[in-house]
T-cell receptor, first 113, second 115 residues
């Protein structure tokens, strides 16, 4: 089955700096790659997603890039703010949708004021 | 607030016992998904129900079962509980069967502690 690896497991950045989280996947049939943000005491919340027919997608300060050949995708957060502090999860699915997601192990992002 | 309601928020029980976790999806959502989040296994997909029928199955143990009722709420039953079943159990919902462009909305989870 699909295996998703996520790095780093923890990341500390100064407010205003950029943060990058990287994931690799094993199943070349995977075609949907969402990113979720989980705050303390809450469930994961979708922040951005990308499909395999697109190389990059941007939404304000958040961007995701996908390299199908290398089977890796990355989350980029620019101009980080303290409220960006949370655990971020990448995920992958072969169904082109959020059905049967395989999640990475998570990255604890801390934005230092 | 995602609109997905899970009860109870916390559950403490003993090994060998059976518990039921409940989930009410967002209004209008037909699919319910169950995920388990543990320190060693991370977030793992367990099972999906769509409009009362099982739609997809993941890494769900035989001791676990789920169902979705006519009013679309779902229950996850965990039996013969073991220490390793201690985890945060999330329910999520989506509008239809989990097709392209559908978003997944997660509840706040039920923290299960097996002592």
């Amino acid at each position: 089955g699909e295996n998703v690896e996520q790095h780093p497991s923890t990341l500390s950045v100064q407010e205003g700096d950029s943060a990058v989280i990287k994931c690799t996947y094993s199943d070349s049939a995977s075609n949907y790659f969402p990113w979720y943000k989980q705050e303390l005491g809450k469930g994961p919340q979708l922040i951005i997603d990308i499909r395999s027919n697109v190389g990059e997608k941007k939404d304000q300060r958040i961007a995701v890039t996908l390299n199908k050949t290398a089977k890796h995708f990355s989350l980029h957060i620019t101009e980080t703010q303290p409220e960006d502090s949370a655990v971020y999860f990448c995920a992958a699915s072969i169904h082109g949708s959020a059905r049967q997601l395989t999640f990475g192990s998570g990255t604890q992002l801390t934005v230092l004021p | 607030d995602s609109g997905v309601t899970q009860t109870p928020k916390h559950l403490i029980t003993a090994t060998g016992q059976r518990v039921t976790l409940r989930c009410s999806p967002r209004s209008g959502d037909l699919s319910v998904y169950w995920y388990q989040q543990s320190l060693d296994q991370g977030l793992q997909f367990l099972i999906q129900y769509y409009n009362g029928e099982e739609r997809a199955k993941g890494n769900i143990l035989e001791r676990f079962s789920a169902q979705q009722f006519p009013d679309l709420h779902s229950e996850l039953n965990l039996s013969s509980l073991e220490l390793g079943d201690s985890a945060l159990y999330f329910c999520a919902s989506s509008l239809f069967g989990g097709e392209a462009n559908e978003k997944l909305f997660f509840g706040s989870g039920t923290q299960l502690s097996v002592l």
